[in-house]
């Protein structure tokens, strides 16, 4: 069974993967520009760090969680921070 690791920001109810482990073995994130943007964008601001299970039991406060992921990234930060996200390397 996999397990999934994520970043949360609960203050503006969105979240993306970190890690995920299965069996002990972990590897790193699928959606690695959606991971280093979602931090730049919370820099400095209170993430929590919860696995699916918690995702799953969060209130809902009327608004499901955002999913950042490397489609989604750029537009994303933007909305988050109100400018371009910058470059991650893979454009």
Not at 54 to 79: R, V
Request: charged share 20%; hydrophobic share 35%; net charge negative.
């Amino acid at each position: 069974m996999t397990t999934r690791t994520f970043l949360v920001s609960l203050t503006d109810r969105q979240c993306v993967e970190a890690a995920a482990s299965t069996g002990g073995c972990y590897r790193g994130t699928q959606e690695p520009k959606a991971l280093v943007l979602f931090c730049q964008a919370h820099m400095g601001k209170s993430i929590q760090i919860l696995n699916e299970g918690q995702l799953e039991g969060l209130p809902h406060e009327g608004d499901e969680l955002t999913h950042w992921i490397d489609k989604n990234a750029a537009a994303m930060y933007e909305s988050v921070m109100g400018e371009p996200a910058p470059a991650t390397g893979d454009e």
